[in-house]
């Protein structure tokens, strides 16, 4: 186990916001290992492989062909071996719905994708620097949508 | 009411009827009574009469007797002794016949006695004076005395006759006073008594023909009941039937006929020949219900088909009630009318409704849809806008980094836009919740939205407290929202905003606003503002969508804030109005209905 670099998996059908999201990481200096999954299934796929590094953060986009942000969610919850990974929705939308549908089945924090570069990093940097084992026990519906 | 009224009538004309009979019975003892008192009369005036005949005879007898004894002491002739002898004999069937006429009256009785004795007196006088006579001794004194005494008895006789005949006389007269007042008062009596019954039988006349009037007034109003019943029967397509349950009878309406599609009254109503016409798939549900009715003894409304002989459908709705008669029989009252009209109606109304639904299921979900797909490929332009101008921002021309700032801001509209619009759809879907809320805590969520601008502008906002209301509870921080963003938004410059929220609770017809008001009580909230205002004549437009009043680049409005407000009042069954003055400001009123 490296304990020397933060490791980041994102699942996102869409090559620009990978672009974006791996963009985002390099400019931050941050030192993570970002793996990048192009839909639910290629994720699952991989987590459930033994050689599988389990993320410090997983971000899922919700709207993924093959498998939904949403089923990963919970296949992801209902896995002892998985369940302790903070998932963080990462979606372009954030109707009161998803919001709703996400918190219940156990997401971490929700992430409007935002329309601003210079945003995008400063949520994602706040995101990794989350200590997500205080931020667990306080949260609830209001502080679950990341308000930037 | 009108039955009390005739049943009144009755027993009195009864008693009136009664009382008549009791007077000419009566008048008919009055008369016999006073008849047989006339022949009492009659029969005392020939008994007096007959009295006064035989007293007469006495006295006669007597007279007779007497001057036939002077000739007799004249002339010694013993012919002129014939009336006296014959007198003695006369006189005694007088007395028989006197007796037996005043038999009844004492005083007269006693007379008779004293006359009886007088004459007796005088016969043994006129024996004892004919001894002398006979031996001629006519000058001796004792003759002479007895002759002198005879004189003497003849006028205590007379006398004592006049006194019986006075006293028959005066008799007589009580008698025939009594008798006359008798006639007089009978008469009079008669006439009055008379008269009363008349008058009780006009009063009765006049009873019956006023009592035949009101009967000929309440036939002729059920006529026009019957014939007004008769039309609605037809207008309004149903019929009534009754079912006289003991017996099995059954009686319909014209109409019910007409119902059926057959000529009145051209079949025998019976339950079985209504059955035939029932739509067979029906006639179970309709056997049941009527099952039902015979139990529960009222119909519950049932609804079923016919078929009539021409092979149409027709939609029928029946309902009946069990009533008792007087005699205790049963009797069930039934009223079927024809609905066809209204299931045709109805079923159009809700295949338009479906229609509708799905139509504008498609056109929000459509809504729903593009502006949400919208946001990704902006987003996506907007992230690469940022990323050109920070990493190749200074190669760019003076002209170049026009067009991005251009693009910026188109692209900033547009985003701005597409936010309306999804917050538009989203009021638009109809499942949402309605809670009781504190309209208070909802608007202080609003203004902590706005708490950036508000502080900007240095806003000065004062509201009054409000009211708890069952609403969608984010709809309405929505509304109270976008109206403080509408009120910053459209401020004057260098003036220092000012929002004054104040509510009321208000009936509809006080408020001449509300003339399409359902609810008669509505919680009225106004927000009034000190900013640039509008033109009156835009009152209605500026709740259109898309519909701006200003210039994009002095405003930076996008024409859905307001429409989403009013769709949001009329998710609410409530109202709103706005009202504005050039420079001057803006006021815009909720109303919502209390619950």
New interface residues.
């Given amino acids: 186990m490296h304990t020397d670099y933060i490791h980041i998996i994102l699942a996102d059908d869409d090559e620009d916001d990978i672009l974006f999201f791996t963009d985002a990481f390099d400019e931050l200096k941050i030192n993570t290992k970002v793996n990048t999954f192009k839909d639910g299934e290629e994720l699952m796929n991989y987590l459930n492989t033994d050689k599988a590094v389990m993320p410090e953060v997983l971000f899922l986009d919700l709207n993924m062909p093959k498998k939904t942000g949403l089923e990963c969610l919970s296949e992801i919850k209902a896995n002892d071996k998985m369940s302790g990974i903070a998932i963080a929705i990462y979606s372009t939308s954030a109707s009161e719905e998803d919001i709703e549908k996400t918190f219940v089945l156990g997401a971490n924090i929700y992430i409007k994708k935002p329309a601003d570069f210079k945003n995008l990093k400063k949520v994602l940097s706040e995101v990794v620097s989350i200590n997500w084992q205080y931020h667990t026990n306080s949260l609830n519906k209001d502080n679950f949508l990341l308000r930037v | 009411m009108k039955k009390k009224y005739l049943f009144e009538s009755t027993s009195f004309l009864r008693s009136i009827l009664l009382l008549s009979l009791f007077v000419i019975l009566l008048i008919g003892g009055f008369t016999y009574k006073h008849i047989a008192n006339l022949k009492d009369s009659t029969e005392v005036v020939v008994k007096t009469y007959k009295v006064n005949v035989e007293l007469e005879h006495i006295i006669s007898y007597l007279r007779d007797a007497e001057s036939g004894y002077r000739n007799y002491i004249a002339t010694k002739d013993t012919l002129y002794l014939r009336p006296y002898l014959n007198a003695s004999e006369k006189v005694n069937s007088s007395f028989l016949k006197l007796k037996g006429l005043v038999k009844e009256n004492s005083e007269q009785l006693e007379n008779l006695k004293v006359l009886n004795i007088l004459t007796d007196s005088l016969f043994s006088n006129f024996y004892k004076s004919n001894v002398f006579v006979k031996n001629d001794e006519t000058n001796t004194e004792a003759f002479r005395s007895l002759y002198f005494k005879e004189k003497i008895i003849i006028d205590s006789i007379r006398r004592q006759s006049k006194t019986m005949f006075d006293l028959e006389n005066k008799l007589l007269n009580v008698r025939q006073e009594d008798y006359q007042s008798d006639s007089q008062f009978t008469p009079l009596f008669f006439y009055s008594v008379l008269l009363v019954t008349l008058i009780f039988i006009i009063i009765a006349y006049n009873k019956i023909s006023i009592d035949l009037k009101h009967i000929k007034v309440k036939n002729d109003q059920l006529l026009i009941f019957k014939e007004a019943t008769n039309q609605s029967e037809i207008i309004g397509k149903h019929g009534n039937w009754i079912w006289h349950i003991e017996s099995n009878m059954f009686a319909y309406s014209d109409n019910l006929y007409r119902l059926l599609g057959e000529e009145p009254q051209s079949f025998e109503a019976t339950f079985d020949n209504f059955l035939k016409f029932v739509h067979p798939e029906d006639v179970e549900k309709f056997s049941k219900d009527l099952d039902k009715m015979i139990t529960v003894e009222e119909l519950p409304i049932t609804n079923y088909r016919i078929i009539q002989r021409n092979g149409s459908i027709k939609y029928l709705k029946t309902y009946a009630k069990s009533f008792y008669s007087d005699n205790g029989q049963k009797r069930l009252i039934g009223n079927t009318s024809d609905v066809s009209y209204e299931i045709e109606n109805i079923l159009k109304l809700e295949e338009h409704n479906l229609k509708l639904e799905r139509n504008n299921k498609e056109l929000s979900a459509f809504n729903y849809a593009a502006s949400?797909d919208l946001?990704?490929p902006?987003?996506?332009i907007?992230?690469f806008i940022?990323?050109l101008e920070?990493k190749e921002g200074n190669k760019f021309s003076d002209s170049g980094r026009q067009y991005l700032d251009r693009i910026k801001s188109a692209a900033t509209r547009m985003?701005l836009l597409i936010d309306d619009l999804l917050q538009f759809s989203?009021t638009n879907k109809p499942d949402k919740e309605f809670i009781s809320s504190d309209l208070n805590t909802l608007f202080e969520n609003a203004k902590q939205d706005m708490a950036e601008i508000i502080l900007e502008k240095k806003a000065q906002i004062t509201i009054d407290t409000l009211p708890k209301v069952t609403v969608i509870e984010?709809q309405i921080q929505q509304l109270f929202s976008n109206l403080l963003s509408n009120s910053l938004k459209y401020s004057q410059e260098e003036t220092v905003p000012i929002i004054k929220i104040n509510y009321s609770k208000v009936k509809a017809d006080e408020e001449p606003d509300l003339i399409k008001a359902t609810k008669s009580l509505y919680h009225k909230i106004t927000f009034t503002d000190n900013g640039i205002g509008f033109d009156q004549k835009y009152t209605d437009q500026i709740f259109q969508l898309f519909s701006r009043l200003h210039n994009k680049k002095e405003y930076s409005g996008t024409g859905v804030g307001l429409s989403i407000c009013k769709k949001i009042v009329d998710n609410h069954q409530g109202f709103i109005f706005a009202k504005g003055e050039i420079n001057i400001g803006a006021t815009f009123t909720i109303y919502l209905p209390v619950s």
């Fill in positions: 949400h946001q990704e902006l987003r996506k907007q992230t940022s990323r920070e985003r989203r984010f």
